[in-house]
């Protein structure tokens, strides 16, 4: 619950534009091991393993809060609807345009397509309960992909429902452009 207080307020606060949009450049696996560390308590109950898979120089241009949120939805959501036992995976690669794609995956049950259709979507429910019972809103994907966006990011999700042999999860990967080449000229105008 305090996260879900959390979120809605860093993202209303964005959207009244009381929150300022400041990227830089950020060393991307120190910043994600910070917002982990609030979710670890989660996986360590269900026995849910977290790996990573990112270079320690990797740099990522982005709002180091925005991204502290959008890494913490995505991870507690993994974790989430992750049956005890599973894995999470985060990975993160430089592209060859100087971008950054990340991609959380899990091992979970995993969504079918008309879920995926309408996880965006306010007039939708789109909420479960996680694979303990845990509380879900759908709201932290919206504001997820409202700071993708901001940042011209993209944001593409796989998934396939659990079957008969056992859950094949699901993969959110989000791109993040690169720096700007004249960023210091046009920073005033709240790129």
Request: overall charge negative; charged content about 25%.
């Amino acid at each position: 619950m305090f996260r879900l207080l959390g979120n809605l307020l860093d993202w209303s606060r964005t959207q009244q534009g009381l929150s300022a949009f400041v990227p830089e450049s950020i060393l991307l696996m120190p910043k994600i091991s910070e917002c982990i560390a609030l979710i670890e308590e989660a996986a360590t109950k269900k026995e849910i393993a977290i790996k990573y898979f990112i270079h320690p120089e990797l740099e990522i241009f982005a709002d180091s809060n925005m991204l502290g949120a959008i890494m913490r939805n995505l991870v507690s959501n993994a974790v989430k609807f992750t049956p005890k036992g599973g894995e999470v995976m985060i990975s993160a690669e430089s592209m060859a345009d100087n971008s950054v794609e990340i991609s959380v995956s899990d091992t979970g049950i995993g969504m079918n397509k008309e879920m995926i259709d309408h996880l965006f979507r306010l007039d939708m429910n789109t909420n479960r309960k996680g694979t303990d019972g845990e509380y879900s809103t759908g709201l932290g994907l919206i504001i997820c992909k409202d700071f993708i966006k901001k940042h011209g990011g993209t944001l593409r999700i796989e998934s396939d429902p659990e079957s008969a042999s056992g859950g094949n999860g699901s993969v959110f990967t989000i791109t993040f452009p690169g720096k700007p080449e004249h960023y210091e000229e046009i920073a005033g105008s709240n790129i």
